[in-house]
């Protein structure tokens, strides 16, 4: 059993670094959440500068959560959500390879599944879930992290996302 959370561990850290990573760049690197907003915007998403700050709470929120193992199915809903929206919105059109021009979805489909697996496994033995006794696994983590995600980007992307028009080259 200590291989198994030790694997939940690696898994949860690394993607929680990952989306730490990604919510830190947002709102603190580069364009910081102007330019952030402003990419959101060239995308459909509107307003931009609020999809910048709610991608980049989600990024950071579900990242620590991840890291700390707590409520795990709910942070991995939050990457599901994030990563789907992303997916969606900017990497399908460009293919699979993320080398391609535009960026293709292999990196967030990558993200999507891992979380949901995630979700579905539990944060483990070694994290706050445990401690809290607060463990949703099986069945139940899968639903909430796959049906979450998925019901939130859904409901965002209703709601916010206006598709550019695209122009023939």
């Known amino acids: ?60 929120g579900a990242g620590t959560m991840l890291v ?12 599901v959500g994030t990563m789907l929206v992303a997916w969606i919105t900017n990497h399908l059109r460009n293919g699979f390879f993320i080398f391609r021009p535009g960026e293709g979805y292999e990196y967030v489909m990558t ?7 995630i979700g579905a496994l539990g944060a483990g033995e070694w994290s706050l879930d445990e401690v809290l006794d607060v463990t949703f ?19 965002l992307l209703a709601v916010f996302w206006r598709p550019p028009e695209r122009t023939e080259s």
């Open 1 to 60: 059993m200590e291989g198994t959370n030790a694997g939940l561990l690696i898994l949860r850290v690394v993607v929680g670094i990952v989306m730490l990573a990604h919510g830190y760049n947002h709102v603190f690197r580069g364009g910081k959440i102007e330019g952030t907003g402003r990419w959101f915007e060239s995308l459909g998403m509107r307003p931009g500068k609020l999809h910048a700050w709610l991608a980049s709470l989600t990024e950071l």
């Open 68 to 79: 700390l193992g707590l409520l795990t199915p709910v942070a991995a809903a939050g990457v």
């Open 111 to 117: 993200l999507t599944f891992v979380s949901i697996a």
């Open 137 to 155: 696994t099986g069945n139940e983590g899968l639903a909430i992290a796959a049906g979450a995600g998925a019901l939130g980007a859904a409901l």
